[in-house]
C-alpha cells in the first residue's frame, strides 16, 4: 500500500496561534459561508462504485512489471489508474480517476486478490465520500460505513465554492480533506491549495469550514521553504473572544455612568423608541 506523508493539518489549523504567526493580513470581516444547495446533483459519485464483489487481475498485474513496484497509466477514455502492491504480492491496490473527475475510486484487494476495501475519494489523496464498502476474505460483503452522515455541507457545495473562488480543483496542489473531532462531535472541511485569498499568496492555503452550517473557522497561509511562514488571515475563535473582550470593556461614558458596547446599544435603542414614542404625542 502506497504511504502518503501528510502534514496533519487539522493540529495545524488548531495550533496556528502560537508564537512566530503572524496575523497583519488577518481578514477582521466574517468571510461568506459555504452554501448548501439541496439540488445540485452534478457530481454524483455514489454512483461511481457499488456493494458487487469483485477481484483483481494479478497476471495482467505482473506482466512488463516483474518487480510488482505498481504502475501507472492511462486507459482508452481517459481514465487514470494507478496500481501497486505489497511486499511478496501480500496485497494490492487500484487508484483510479475518471478523466474530468473530482473523485478517485480507491479498491483494496487481498494476496489472492479478492476485494476487501472500496470507496470514493476526492482526487488528489483527499477525503472519503459516500459510502464505504468493506468485504471479509471470501469477497463477501461485511459492512457499509456511510461517510457522508456527519456532513450537512456536500462535497458538491464544497466543489461549488472552490469553483466560486477560483480555486483550481484539477491542481496536484489542491487537496480537499474531511475530518471529524469525536470529542467535540464536530466535522470539518480543509480546503488545502496554492494560489491567493483576498490579496495574499501563499505556497498553501488552507480554508478549514464548519461541515454542518459551512461556516469559515479559519484561513491560514503558509510559505518558505519549509513552510517556515505562517500567517492567520481568519480565525473565527479568535474574532469572537475579541468581540467579547470589546463589549466587555468600557465604550463610551454618558451622565457619569460607564457603558460597554454591548449596554451602550441597548441604551441607545431604549432612548430611540422612547423618542419615537414621544414624537408621536
Same mark, same amino acid.
Given at each position: ?40 446533483? #452534478? *457530481? %454524483? &459519485? =455514489?454512483?461511481? !462504485?457499488?456493494? /458487487?464483489?469483485?477481484? @483483481? ?50 479498491? #483494496? *484487494? %487481498? &494476496? =489472492?486478490?479478492? !476485494?476487501?476495501? /472500496?470507496?470514493?475519494? @476526492? ?64 466535522? @470539518? ?93
Amino acid at each position: 500500500m502506497r504511504k502518503i506523508i501528510y502534514i496533519n493539518l487539522f493540529l495545524l489549523l488548531a495550533s496556528c496561534n502560537s508564537q512566530g504567526t503572524k496575523d497583519k493580513n488577518r481578514v477582521s470581516n466574517k468571510p461568506q459561508s459555504v452554501k448548501h444547495n439541496k439540488n445540485d446533483n #452534478e *457530481y %454524483d &459519485y =455514489k454512483k461511481l !462504485i457499488s456493494s /458487487k464483489t469483485e477481484y @483483481f487481475d494479478i497476471k495482467t498485474f505482473y506482466q512488463n512489471n516483474r518487480d510488482g513496484l505498481g504502475k501507472t497509466y492511462e486507459t482508452d477514455n481517459g481514465n487514470l489508474v494507478e496500481e501497486s502492491a505489497g511486499q511478496s504480492g501480500g496485497w494490492f491496490t487500484v487508484y483510479l480517476t475518471p478523466k474530468t473527475s473530482m473523485f478517485t475510486i480507491y479498491k #483494496e *484487494y %487481498d &494476496y =489472492k486478490g479478492v !476485494i476487501r476495501t /472500496k470507496c470514493v475519494n @476526492f482526487r488528489n489523496d483527499g477525503g472519503a465520500v459516500g459510502i464505504k464498502y468493506e468485504f471479509d476474505e471470501s469477497g463477501k460483503l461485511i459492512k457499509e460505513i456511510d461517510t457522508d452522515i456527519n456532513y450537512k455541507i456536500t462535497p458538491e457545495d464544497v466543489i461549488k465554492y472552490c469553483k466560486e473562488n477560483s480555486i483550481d480543483l484539477f491542481s496536484p496542489y489542491t487537496t480537499i480533506e474531511r475530518l471529524e473531532d469525536k470529542k467535540s462531535n464536530q466535522s @470539518f472541511y480543509n480546503i488545502n491549495y496554492r494560489g491567493k485569498y483576498g490579496e495574499k499568496f501563499g505556497s498553501r492555503i488552507i480554508i478549514q469550514l464548519d461541515g454542518n452550517s459551512g461556516e469559515i473557522r479559519k484561513v491560514i497561509c503558509i510559505n518558505g521553504k519549509h513552510n517556515d511562514s505562517v500567517e492567520v488571515l481568519y480565525d473565527e475563535k479568535a474574532e469572537k473572544e475579541k468581540k467579547e473582550q470589546e463589549d466587555k470593556s468600557y465604550y463610551k461614558t454618558y451622565e457619569g455612568k460607564d457603558y460597554t458596547k454591548e449596554e451602550w446599544e441597548a441604551f441607545e435603542e431604549a432612548w430611540y423608541k422612547n423618542y419615537q414614542k414621544k414624537k408621536k404625542h
